[in-house]
């Protein structure tokens, strides 16, 4: 996964709702821009799911003040979601299943918070 100018992650689709950078009330930044892969772009597109497909990802990027803040991702893995969380360095953060990401996540659709699955 490459970024493109601006730091867009370069062949991605945008999440919906969130086709530019996103006022966001999260841990995550002031501003969001929240990428997915194309096995979520499929799911969305598919009609009704109970549950997101293994191997869906969604990649956040968290902005403060303008500025890069974080670099989130979770990625599904059977029945349980995989979180990463980096700085803007590279540096992990958190990574695997720790409760920081899972207290909130919990409450998602499917783990999700930002979007819901199709119904």
Known sequence: MGR??????????RAPG???????AT???VEVEIFINEV???ALAGGS???WPDGAIVVKDGFMA??????????KRGDAWFFAEYETSGEVV???????????????DDGIL??????
Do not use: K, N
Request: charge should be negative; aromatic fraction near 8%; include cysteine.
């Open 4 to 13: 493109a100018a601006g730091g867009r992650l370069s062949g991605w689709a």
């Open 18 to 24: 969130y086709e530019g950078r996103t006022p966001s």
């Open 27 to 29: 841990v995550h930044g």
């Open 40 to 42: 979520m772009v499929e």
């Open 49 to 51: 799911l109970a549950a």
């Open 66 to 75: 303008g500025e890069p803040h974080i670099v989130v991702a979770m990625q």
């Open 94 to 108: 958190y990574s695997g299943d720790p409760h920081a990401c899972t207290r909130c996540h919990d409450d998602g």
């Open 114 to 119: 930002a979007f819901d699955l199709p119904r």
